[in-house]
């Protein structure tokens, strides 16, 4: 058999479920993912002004347990993960020896010696492999927990509401990037306050066996105050409007997170080596005496829409290349994100479009992100 052979996708829990609700689904990462399910921008003002719910058991679960697991994450990852305390989480990466991005992780420590890494999709397998690789010498175990799992996220102003009627978990004490063991509608889960679209909501991990047990039971809470189903695709416009960057389109492996910005999840001061700090002590010092592309929001003065890959332009020069871009509901205009070179990336620069197919399209230069919930 060739090797080059279409894999089948594989499918959540939920797949059933997604199709009986008139899904169009889609091929994510080697997953059949719900795209849509009726309008994508209703799915993303629902989530913008009451609560949506998502499917999203595509991501990597990565257990690392054992007595030197923060020494290896550690040594693996860029963050100071030792200094997370249980029940809390951090946002982080995990780069190559040369300094490039290989995924963007959230990393959560479940007890003192236990820990949970959530890779993106595509990645999962590329983390899974590095970890394991990288544990050697270290008194740790790196599981694949991905079939442990399902994953639903409810995102919103309603999603604190909807899920407290269904659980006594403390909500109300739980943090921003923290995640605590509780029951939502009788299923164990881990309740998580993290999130992908810019507003207050939870992720909650639990048995695959019981994911379509808590999606209905969230549907029937969360109905009465317009709480809708949700797709990969508003989760996108959510993201983006966010300001929040997409491995692949605003991280890659040809990028150090100085490169794209993000240089303060590296953490130089703490103790011990890890992996690509030689080459991320020269990205930065180079990061300050050169500044690399400043990745910037824009927002279209017309009707077009740019997409990833299209060149940014100033002067009849290319001056940098947009990573994503959508129409964006909550503003009514198009919006994207983009690496520009430095001496373009101020708020209000002057003269800069982008080249949509020969065509240059003026559009502003704003800082990211887009849109900032009120607290």
Excluded at 161 to 179: E, F, M, Q, R, V
Excluded at 199 to 228: C, H, I, N, R, S
Excluded at 289 to 295: N, Y
Aim: proline share 7%.
């Amino acid at each position: 058999m060739s090797s080059n052979a279409p894999v089948d996708p594989r499918h959540t829990a939920l797949d059933a479920l997604h199709r009986s609700l008139g899904a169009t689904m889609t091929d994510f990462a080697g997953w059949d993912m719900p795209l849509r399910y009726g309008s994508e921008r209703d799915e993303h003002l629902a989530v913008r002004t009451k609560a949506g719910l998502f499917d999203l058991s595509h991501m990597g679960e990565i257990t690392v347990t054992g007595p030197q697991a923060a020494a290896l994450l550690d040594f693996a990852l860029v963050g100071n993960i030792g200094g997370v305390k249980p029940g809390r989480a951090r946002y982080t990466m995990i780069c190559r020896a040369d300094g490039g991005i290989l995924d963007d992780l959230i990393v959560y420590r479940l007890a003192e010696t236990t820990y949970m890494v959530v890779a993106n999709a595509s990645n999962a397998q590329t983390v899974l492999d590095a970890l394991v690789e990288r544990a050697g010498g270290f008194d740790a175990e790196v599981r694949d927990d991905r079939d442990a799992y399902a994953l639903l996220a409810i995102q919103g102003p309603e999603s604190p509401g909807i899920l407290k009627s269904l659980t006594d978990a403390d909500l109300d004490g739980l943090k921003y990037y923290a995640g605590l063991p509780g029951t939502v509608a009788g299923v164990p889960a881990l309740i998580a306050r993290t999130g992908y679209t810019g507003e207050d909501g939870f992720e909650l991990f639990v048995a695959p066996a019981d994911a379509e047990k808590l999606w209905q039971a969230l549907t029937d809470a969360g109905t009465p105050v317009g709480l809708v189903p949700c797709g990969l695709s508003c989760r996108d416009t959510l993201r983006l409007e966010a300001g929040m960057p997409l491995y692949g389109h605003e991280l890659s492996t040809a990028l150090t997170p100085f490169d794209a910005g993000l240089g303060r999840v590296v953490k130089f001061e703490k103790e011990g080596d890890f992996v690509g700090r030689e080459a991320l002590t020269g990205a930065a010092a180079r990061a300050e005496s050169q500044p690399p592309r400043v990745l910037v929001g824009l927002i279209a003065e017309g009707r077009r829409v740019p997409r990833a890959g299209y060149p940014v332009v100033a002067d009849g020069k290319v001056v940098g290349e947009v990573t994503s871009g959508a129409p964006s509901p909550t503003l009514g205009k198009p919006i994207a994100m983009a690496y520009v070179d430095a001496a373009h990336s101020a708020p209000g620069t002057p003269g800069v479009g982008v080249d949509i197919r020969g065509s240059h399209e003026p559009y502003e230069v704003v800082a990211l992100p887009f849109y900032k919930r009120q607290k």
